[in-house]
Each structure stands twice: as structure tokens, then as C-alpha cells.
């Protein structure tokens, strides 16, 4: 019998969820990753919903199937509105839906901004762990909003002993509202506001950008300690100068050169993509060796895939099901 019904999942669910689950998200994260370098996936390219009265506001669709063990199809709508913050409300949101692999109909709908927060975060310290040379003695933050708040509690659950955090935002108060939030986080860890971008930049061997820059901003990596390890989530913070001379790894090299990433801009400078190392999936794989530091940054731009929402999801409805939550639509289809 065909089952008509639908299942919706909301926000208090999901975080009920994936609360206090970094390494298993991570874990999903980093199967995900494989799943996709193996082939086992298909992930048509995002696309991007503007609008002509706004350069900064979107709305992203990415559909995705995920193969292998997963066996998940699926498609996330995330709006990215910057004008919510002064507002009070969060700059993304976001729904998922998941559809039966052999028949195609929709079976879940869940809050999906929690998810892509999660999984964002996930992936960037998952890249930490395989890129670092050693553990950082401080992480850098530049751009103080929910995405780094997250990737901050992942980068506590992969380096837990740091000792020195340093963040930077144009906005002061978002720094010091920052620091409130990752402190339950780091425990025995100093937190201290930079008074400069390159504060954060000349002391930190590990710097996690998420920012809502549309153009590049930052010239060169000069600065930065020997062998550092940027995590270039918010992907348009560098210029093609601070690219080129470092080792780039990203999540998927179409999906990352395209939308005016610093990826593409540099691409379309040098007419090639011959500066970007490896995927994390084929390092993760062994397909491709670590780059040969040589003193010199390494830069993971992850585009997003969404074959990570998928993973994550799948660890929501898991969790979901045990614990019999979520609402249930009944015939919801016809």
C-alpha cells in the first residue's frame, strides 16, 4: 500500500536532533564527501533566485541525490536575506524535502536552516582535521554571525584544547555578542575582539571567514603564520592575489568556480584552474596526497553541496523516528 502521508519535521525537532552530535556529524559529513568523490551521487548545479532591486538578497535551490548507503533524494530552498539581521532575524532560512528514491514521492519536510548551519560548520572543521599540519594554539574568526557560532562549536569538537580565540566583525557589538555565544563552547580558552582584520590574520594559524562579502576584500595571505589553514566558508572574501600563491582545496571545483566565488574570479583571471589542489573527498579517499605545504597557507573554499544536507537530514529522520516526533500530514498526496 502506497503511504499518502507526509511527515513534517520542525525546528525544535531538528535541533533535538543533531544537539551535541558533532562528531557524528562530522562522520556523516566526511561519508557524504566520499559518497560524492566515488560518483555515487548526483548534483546538478545550484541555482540562484535574484532579484533586480537587490545584490545581496537570494534564495538558492539544490537538489541532490545521494547514493551507496544513502539512497536519499532530495532538494533544500535557502533564502539569504543580510537585511534580517538589523531586524532581529536570522539572515538564512530555509525547507528541505526528501523523496522516496523508487517511487519519488515526497515523504519528509523539515526546517532546513539548521541543517545547512550544521552541515556548513561540520564540513569546515572536518577539512580542519585533514588539512591543519597540527593542532592551532588560536583560531581566528572574521564575521561574527550564526555560521561561525556554529563553526565554532565543530572546531571545539575537533581541537578541543585551543587556548586563544580572536574574532573580527565591522560591527563591534556582533563581535562581543559572538564571544558570548562560543563561550560555552571553549572553556578554558581566552577570547579577545581584534581591532583589525589583520590582527586576526598575523596571529592565527587557523581562520574561519564567514562573512557576507559579495566581492573580495583581501589582497594577499602574507601575514598569516607559517603553514596556516583558512577555512574560506563565506568564499568571496579573497582576492585572486591571496589565492594563487597558496594551496587551494575545495568540495567540488565545478560547483566552487561559478556564482563570483574568489575561486571562479581567479579562474577567470588566469584562464585555468590548475591553482586548486584536490577535493577534500578525493584527499579523504586517498585519490590525491595532502599538498606539500612548504610554509605556504592552504585555503578549503567549500562551495556547499547539497549531498551534505542530504547526509544530515538522514541523521534527523533517524533520531526523529526513534523518538516518534515530528507531525504527521495525513493524505497529504492524492
Known amino acids: 500500500m502506497i503511504d ?43 541555482s540562484f533566485l535574484r532579484f533586480p532591486d537587490s545584490d545581496k538578497d537570494r534564495i538558492i ?42 517511487t519519488g514521492r515526497p515523504t519528509t519536510v523539515l526546517e532546513g536552516s539548521i541543517v545547512s548551519k550544521q552541515r556548513t560548520a561540520a564540513s569546515a572543521a572536518l577539512a580542519s582535521k585533514v588539512l591543519a599540519p597540527e593542532a592551532p594554539d588560536t ?35 556582533r563581535a562581543q555578542a559572538f564571544g558570548e555565544s562560543i563561550g560555552p563552547y571553549f572553556d578554558n580558552a581566552e577570547f579577545t575582539i581584534a581591532a583589525s582584520l589583520d590582527e586576526v590574520m598575523a596571529n592565527s594559524p587557523m581562520v574561519a571567514f564567514a562573512t557576507t562579502a559579495i566581492n573580495p576584500y583581501i589582497d594577499n595571505l602574507d601575514s598569516s603564520p607559517e603553514n596556516a589553514t583558512i577555512l574560506h566558508v563565506s568564499l568571496r572574501d579573497l582576492k585572486p592575489g591571496a589565492i594563487l600563491p597558496n594551496h587551494n582545496i575545495v568540495d567540488d571545483l565545478d560547483h566552487v568556480c561559478r556564482a563570483g566565488t574568489s575561486i571562479f574570479l581567479t579562474a577567470e583571471e588566469t584562464g585555468n584552474r590548475d591553482f586548486v589542489h584536490s577535493s577534500l573527498g578525493d584527499i579523504l579517499l586517498g585519490n590525491k596526497p595532502l599538498p606539500e605545504r612548504n610554509g605556504r597557507p592552504v585555503v578549503f573554499s567549500p562551495f556547499g553541496l547539497g549531498v551534505l544536507d542530504l547526509a544530515v537530514a538522514d541523521l534527523v529522520q533517524e533520531s526523529v523516528a526513534e523518538r516518534k516526533a515530528g507531525t504527521n500530514v495525513s493524505s497529504f498526496l492524492p
Not at 566515488?38 to 548534483?43: E, I, P, V
Not at 561561525?148 to 572546531?155: H, I, K, R, W
Not at 571545539?156 to 566583525?169: E, G, M, S, V, Y
Open 4 to 46: 499518502n502521508d507526509l511527515l513534517v519535521i520542525g525546528a525544535p525537532d531538528v535541533e533535538a536532533a543533531l544537539s551535541g552530535r558533532e562528531h557524528d556529524i562530522m562522520d556523516a559529513v566526511q561519508k557524504a564527501y566520499e559518497t560524492h568523490s566515488r560518483g555515487a551521487s548526483s548534483l546538478p548545479h545550484s
Open 61 to 102: 535551490c539544490l537538489p541532490a541525490y545521494l547514493g551507496d548507503d544513502y539512497q536519499l533524494a532530495g532538494v533544500k530552498w535557502i533564502a539569504s536575506v543580510p537585511g534580517n539581521v538589523p531586524k532581529g532575524i536570522e539572515r538564512a532560512s530555509a525547507v528541505m524535502i526528501l523523496n522516496d528514491r523508487e
Open 139 to 173: 583560531i581566528g574568526f572574521v564575521g561574527c554571525g550564526p555560521i561561525n557560532v556554529a563553526v565554532a562549536n565543530f572546531l571545539q569538537a575537533a581541537w578541543p584544547n585551543t587556548k586563544k580565540l580572536l574574532a573580527f566583525d565591522l560591527d563591534p557589538a
